[in-house]
């Protein structure tokens, strides 16, 4: 299998590549290529339908590969074996051809028409494949297609074993078809019968300014926020932008009618104890019973506005000293240890490894830094800079 490969850069680099696209609003469009090693099992095998046809040869010949055996005859065929119940799945497809559906060994085990069926599937960014195979027939079926959210691998394939097994040939097509406008169908009815928990007559908190920036989460990524008009648009790690619209109070939306799996989705923001926007959560995982929060990043404040807020400054007779050391701002107390000020919002700073402690500098009318506040749990104290 030489034209096969782990990587979505890979892959990139070859002559003759297949282009990923996708169906939006009834306009084919291309999908960009993403970098997916984060879930690499998930789906980076990327190959070509002449390697995969030599992989099911190896699957159909009891493990065997040009007279070599690779892997034992019953190891393939405990691959091959119903390992877990997989239940729904017959109801959900609605195919009355298909057997009850197990997980084996890394394959789909079921039937089709009273023959036994060995499947797995996979799509992901505009591409969508099917591996299929009768073992005991021995014969299969490899399609691959470069664009996603579309049932043809299935329609295929189940024509091409209904005239390789001599059986009358059913309406495949037509009856996907058929499915597909029921579900559409169903999920319009669904849409014009949701009952709405929005509160009317609500805005939000801040202004649409304070919203903008960008939020970290150690296990899911940064999501980030930039005004558009009278919303915002959305990028989670490297998906969207999405569109995100006022829903009620600090609550946005991504619109329902987005061409977007994530339609629908609400994001709320939420305020620190100094009324300063802090973090945004949503239910992205749904198997949760909590959203998962983003918290507010750190802003880069450039070197030369950092230097403007050096100096020292006088709290009840003690100096307080502002240091810059490279690009990073350290603030000093007498009889203390000196502290790191870590940029948070406009030229408030968080200090750093102390929860609930921060400064923020304050300009006169000639935009002179002229004061510290430090806050901390218990209140805050002004400091005035030295003339």
């Known amino acids: 299998m030489s034209h096969s490969d782990f990587s979505v850069e890979d892959m990139e680099k070859t002559d003759n590549h297949a282009l990923p696209y996708e169906i939006k609003k009834e306009v084919v469009t291309q999908v960009p290529f993403h970098n997916i090693d ?13 390697d995969m046809s030599r992989y099911l040869t190896f699957q159909l010949s009891d493990g065997k590969y ?23 799945l017959p109801s959900a497809l609605s195919l009355p051809e298909l057997g009850n559906v197990s997980y084996g060994l890394t394959w ?11 499947w797995h599937n996979g799509g992901i960014d505009g591409f ?34 209904d005239r390789l097994l001599g059986l009358d040939q059913l309406p495949w097509l037509t009856r996907f078809q058929d499915r597909q406008a029921k579900q559409k169908k169903e999920e319009e009815e669904s849409k014009k019968n949701k009952v709405s928990d929005k509160k ?25 926020i930039a005004q558009s008009g009278d919303g915002f648009e959305l990028k989670i790690n490297k998906l969207g932008p999405y569109p995100l619209v006022h829903y009620h109070y600090d609550v946005f939306q991504i619109p329902e009618d987005a061409d977007t799996p994530a339609a629908g989705e609400q994001f ?45 400054y006088v709290l009840n007779g003690t100096t307080v000293t ?24 406009d030229l408030t700073f968080d200090i750093k490894g102390m929860a609930g402690f ?22 805050a104290q002004t400091a005035t800079r030295k003339h």
Do not use: C, W
């Not at 984060?38 to 070509?48: L, M, R, V």
């Not at 399609?143 to 189940?158: D, H, K, V, W």
């Not at 009317?200 to 296990?219: F, I, M, Q, R, V």
């Open 322 to 345: 502002v240091a810059l050391t490279g690009d990073t701002l350290r603030l000093t107390l007498a009889g203390q240890p000196q502290y790191e000020l870590v940029p948070e919002h």
């Open 200 to 224: 009317a007559g609500t805005h939000p908190s801040h202004d649409l300014k304070d919203y903008a920036g960008t939020y970290e989460n150690p296990g899911y990524g940064v999501i980030q």
């Open 128 to 161: 969508y494949a099917l591996l299929s195979m009768l073992p005991d027939d021995h014969m299969g079926i490899v399609i691959l297609t470069n664009m996603a959210g579309q049932p043809a691998p299935e329609i295929l394939a189940y024509n091409v074993y």
């Open 66 to 88: 040009e007279g070599k055996q690779l892997v034992s005859e019953s190891n393939l065929r405990l691959m091959h074996s119903a390992q877990t119940a997989m239940p729904g």
């Open 38 to 50: 984060a879930i690499g099992p998930a789906g980076s095998i990327n190959s070509s339908v002449a």
């Open 358 to 379: 921060s400064v923020e500098f304050k300009k006169d009318e000639s935009n002179k830094v002229v004061q510290i506040v430090l806050y901390q749990p218990d209140g």
């Open 268 to 312: 709320q923001f939420h305020m620190d104890k100094k009324g300063d926007i802090h973090s945004i959560s949503a239910a992205l995982e749904p198997a949760l019973q909590e959203d998962i929060v983003f918290t507010r990043a750190g802003q880069k404040i450039a070197a030369d506005i950092l230097r403007t807020l050096a100096g020292e």
């Open 108 to 118: 789909v085990v079921t039937a089709y028409r009273g023959h036994n069926l060995v």
